[in-house]
């Protein structure tokens, strides 16, 4: 394999310090002259290299994936894929709404998060359970009811509607119901690669397999009163509406409170952590959620913007895209690159402390979300790094001039153009 790689390396440094007028030369003269030795490409890009006969997927597949199919030059080794879209993954349909997920069974590089995306319609309820795993949320569509218990006893209920977030810390029981005309739609995700959505706490299955007369004891009420429980997981399920959100919270806080630290936040209240031409970005982490124990980023590029040139020295990071289309490569250790694009519905992921950009190849906004399994968010730009390194250094490794040095920003701009 590294020998592999080393002939990679190889022919494209003898492409690049050849130019391409060289090349153009060079192939003219080919042609021209029939009885000369002929010359041999050492160029992988030839133009007749550059078709694809015989079976193919689909056009389709291919035009959503053209740093896959036609790499840039740029690019060097067979990196694992860091990409994986929720339209591959199985969808589990019920009642009260549907939901799929993307794991570490499906992305094997992605080992610390798992993600899912749920819909439930109006009145469908996510059952009430718990898990391992912190759970972080995306509302992405429609309205929902939340609540949860935490450890000591007390209550949170809120409604939340597109944009908002929430987090659920581990083994903090709580449900999800769909409100409004239409119910809503949202993403999931947890810190654990090995997540499974299918294998959660559910309050039926417990009480399903608790004896009776314990439930009864437990109680101190009669064994009839379980009757009525399912004999089987309700999981997501469709009911009525709940009542006014103040009626639920008044019910639930009766004697012990509501948590201290809410589990919801609504990032369309605060201000942008960054602005630029290119775009913007809002960090939510425990500095402004203290809550939570899982960082994030909601980043919108515009056309043409990018999210610069960085790394995360703290986490991997596990992406959604939420709208729009970009490109992302991630550059690992040994020379080695992959280039891979996204749209809608894609997830990414990157291991820690690897270095990667995301640019918007599309013409509209490209959204997507930056999620971190960590309480805080950090990273280091390449910009950064330059801008504070001694000038003569950096120009004596990569001859870009100290003038140019001089003139990178000493803030970290994040999104560029500036
Ligand atoms: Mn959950
Ligand atoms: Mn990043």
């Known amino acids: 394999m590294s020998e592999d790689r080393d002939q990679t390396k190889v ?25 000369q030795s002929k010359i041999y490409p050492t160029d992988t890009h030839t133009g007749i290299n550059e078709s694809q006969p015989g079976p193919k997927n689909n056009t389709e ?49 992605s080992k610390t998060m798992a993600g899912v995306e749920m819909r439930l319609i109006s009145g469908g309820i996510r059952e009430l359970h718990w898990h391992v795993a912190s759970e972080w949320a995306l509302m992405l569509y429609g309205s929902a009811r939340i609540t949860a218990v935490d450890q000591r006893g007390r209550a949170f209920v ?43 706490f559910l309050l039926t299955e417990w009480m399903h397999h608790t004896p009776k007369e314990v439930l009864a004891k437990n109680f101190d009420v009669p064994e ?6 399912p004999k089987k997981e309700l999981f997501i399920f469709q009911r009525e509406l709940p009542r006014p959100l103040a009626e639920e919270k008044r019910q639930v806080e009766s004697v012990t409170g509501g948590v201290p630290n809410t589990f919801a936040f609504f ?33 919108t590029l515009k056309p043409g913007g990018l999210r610069e040139l960085h790394w995360h ?3 991997d990071e596990w992406q959604y895209y ?64 330059l801008a504070h390194t001694p000038a003569r250094l950096v120009d004596e490794h990569i001859q870009v001039g100290e003038d140019f040095l001089a003139k990178i920003q000493k803030k970290e701009v994040v999104i560029t153009p500036e």
């Open 224 to 229: 009839s009163t379980f009757d009525k429980v």
């Open 313 to 315: 020295p703290n986490a």
């Open 158 to 200: 809120e409604d939340v509607n597109a944009g908002d977030l929430w987090l659920f810390p581990g083994g903090v029981p709580h449900s999800i119901q769909g409100l409004g005309e239409d119910g809503c739609k949202f993403l999931l995700v947890f810190k654990d690669g090995n997540f499974n959505e299918f294998g959660t």
């Open 322 to 385: 939420v709208k729009g289309k970009g490109r992302m490569t991630v550059f690992a250790a040994g020379g080695l690159a992959r280039t891979m694009d996204f749209e809608g519905g894609d997830v990414g992921y990157i291991d820690i402390s690897m270095p990667h950009y995301i640019e918007n190849t599309g013409d509209e906004d490209l959204v997507f979300i930056e999620v971190f399994p960590t309480p805080f968010y950090e990273d280091i730009s390449l910009a950064e790094w």
């Open 267 to 299: 990032p369309s209240q605060m201000r942008p952590s960054k602005v630029s031409k290119g775009g913007e970005v809002k960090i939510v982490d425990r500095k402004n959620f203290p809550a939570t124990d899982i960082a994030s980023a909601i980043v």
């Open 61 to 109: 597949l291919d035009g959503e994936n053209p740093d896959s199919a036609w790499p840039p030059e740029t690019d060097a080794g067979g990196q694992p894929p860091f990409k994986y879209s929720f339209s591959l993954a199985h969808k589990r349909i019920e009642a009260g709404g549907w939901t799929r997920q993307v794991t570490v069974r499906d992305l094997p590089i």
């Open 11 to 35: 022919s494209r440094r003898k492409f690049l310090e050849a130019g391409s007028a060289v090349l153009v030369a060079a192939a003219g003269m080919q042609t021209a002259q029939g009885q």
